[in-house]
């Protein structure tokens, strides 16, 4: 199975700052590698695929990098509603597909 | 529109079963590949099962000889079989869809997801 470890577990962050979460996985997973965005009380929103593709309708401050073990998500200008709960997910090795455990971003 | 609702969910003793299930509205459903996501309260997500086009199926360890996943390409609905409910099976359950594309399970549908509580 593929572990997928997030950090930090939590980001506190001021409006219009940038962040960086990272994800690492135990093993290679290409460039497999999606990130999702869950506020409280909604249901997951798939951000990111194939480790740098932006998913329809998600706004450019929202950008992917990497391959192999090491991604980050990076959100630039933090606006008001990018305070959420962001998610890693590999699909290269599978079955399992595999989650990470989750980075809060917070505002400061 | 992809729209996914689910629906089943509910309060059970444990050791009692639930069967979840997940209408898909959208124009075609029977050459997508779907799983079931679950998120324990205040907890990450999981993947649960897996099912394709053509039947191929995987559980979580978690899971597995407890419940089944299935299809009805005709009803264009997503099943799962829940038996033998422990109290770490309490979760929202999330029926999740691919896209067209064929290009990895990354999941960019989802349904509302449906409570399941397993209590005595």
């Known amino acids: 199975e593929t572990v997928m470890t997030q950090s930090p577990a939590t980001l506190s962050v001021s409006p219009g700052e940038s962040a960086t979460l990272s994800c690492r996985a135990s093993q290679s997973v290409g460039t497999s590698l999606a990130w999702y965005q869950q506020k409280p009380g909604q249901t997951p929103r798939l951000l990111i695929y194939h480790a740098s593709t932006r998913a329809t309708g998600i706004p450019v401050r929202f950008s992917g990098r990497g391959s192999g073990t090491e991604f980050t998500l990076t959100i630039t200008s933090l606006q008001s509603e990018d305070f959420a709960v962001y998610y890693c997910q590999q699909y290269l090795n599978w079955p399992p597909w595999t989650f990470g455990q989750g980075t809060k971003v917070e505002i400061k | 529109q992809v729209q996914l609702v689910e629906s089943g969910g509910g309060l059970v003793r444990p050791g009692e079963s639930l069967r979840l299930s997940c209408a898909d509205s959208g124009f075609t459903f029977s050459g997508f590949y779907m799983s079931w996501i679950r998120q324990a309260p205040g907890k990450g997500l999981e993947w649960v099962s897996y099912i394709n086009s053509d039947g191929l199926i995987f559980y979580a360890d978690s899971v597995k000889g407890r419940f089944t996943i299935s299809r009805d390409n005709v009803k264009k609905s997503l099943f799962l079989q829940m038996n033998s409910l422990r109290a770490e099976d309490t979760a929202v359950y999330y029926c999740?869809?691919?896209?067209?594309?064929?290009?990895?399970?990354?999941?960019?549908?989802w349904g509302q997801g449906t409570l399941v509580t397993v209590s005595s």
């Open positions: 999740a869809r691919e896209d067209n594309t064929r290009s990895g399970h990354y999941l960019p549908y």
